[in-house]
């Protein structure tokens, strides 16, 4: 007597229990209308549309940068998580946290460069994202309002970037936000006030380092988390990337 196992068929058998059904109320995603449903009920499905244009997801239309950009953060909120089980924004506990990274905490120095590289290339990134959008008319409409929540995200990223600069807490974190807050204070009328408050007092010190620090691992990446939602939401709504006629023909 011979067996045979089929795959399919026990899939199919295991669609049919109960278990199965009261978690997935829909049929397999075959048709049109099921694989609406799949994207519609799937909690992290739902931000992606439920059909694509093949264009769209060509390497020409994007060159993935908007992706790799979003990867990266991924990568510096992960990094930046585990950083911050070894750091303390206090002067002078914070340098000596540094230190210790480097000699004493195992792979510290592979997590803190992780973490570095990856925030600069970010922000290499965002800027290739965005000259590549404008290359392509990508801020035309429909696509105006995702254009501005763009440049919204640009600002958040090159923010993240400078209040991280301070918490190593050494020579060139401490000269580089004193030079960047004297230049903010030239700002007219508002300059003095704006440096006071985001300095915690007149001097870099330990209520700048705590301010900063607060921004950079609260603040700000939760404003990013939410405009990186709504910039892959608009996408989204505004009918999928801006794509050409030639977008896939070879040579070009
Ligand atoms: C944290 C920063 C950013 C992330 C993670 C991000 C992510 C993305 C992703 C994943 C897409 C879809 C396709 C692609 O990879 O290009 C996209 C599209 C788009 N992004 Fe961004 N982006 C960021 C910053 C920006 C900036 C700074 C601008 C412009 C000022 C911008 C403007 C746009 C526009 C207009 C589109 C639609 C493009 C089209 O219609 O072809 N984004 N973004």
């Not at 978690?23 to 439920?50: D, E, K, M, Q």
């Not at 790799?68 to 303390?88: A, P, T, W």
């Not at 540094?98 to 000699?103: A, E, G, I, S």
């Not at 060139?172 to 408050?197: E, H, Q």
Request: proline share 4%; charged share 15%.
């Amino acid at each position: 007597m011979t067996t045979s196992f089929s795959f399919q068929g026990a899939l199919e058998r295991l669609r049919e229990t109960r278990v199965w059904r009261s978690i997935f109320r829909r049929g397999p995603a075959r048709t049109n209308r099921t694989r609406s449903l799949a994207i519609f009920g799937n909690l992290f499905l739902h931000l992606l549309p439920v059909k694509v244009r093949e264009k769209s997801l060509g390497v020409r239309a994007s060159y993935y940068l908007g992706s790799i950009s979003f990867l990266l953060f991924i990568v510096l909120v992960i990094s930046g998580i585990l950083l911050m089980f070894y750091y303390h924004p206090a002067s002078p506990q914070a340098y000596r946290d540094m230190k210790d990274l480097r000699f004493v905490v195992s792979n510290g120095v592979f997590l803190r460069n992780l973490h570095r590289i990856a925030a600069q290339l970010m922000v290499l990134l965002v800027f290739w994202h965005m000259f590549h959008v404008f290359y392509r008319g990508g801020y035309k409409p429909p696509h105006e309002f995702n254009w501005v929540i763009g440049v919204f995200l640009l600002l958040a990223t090159l923010f993240l970037s400078y209040t991280g600069y301070l918490l190593p807490w050494d020579q060139l974190a401490f000269w580089a936000i004193t030079v960047g807050t004297n230049i903010i204070s030239a700002m007219p009328a508002i300059g003095k006030k704006v440096r006071f408050i985001s300095l915690g007092g007149n001097r870099v010190g330990e209520n700048a380092l705590l301010r900063f620090y607060v921004l950079h691992c609260v603040v700000l990446p939760l404003i990013a988390i939410v405009l990186i939602a709504v910039h892959f939401w608009r996408v989204r709504k505004d009918g999928g990337l801006t794509v050409r006629e030639h977008d896939d023909e070879p040579g070009k």
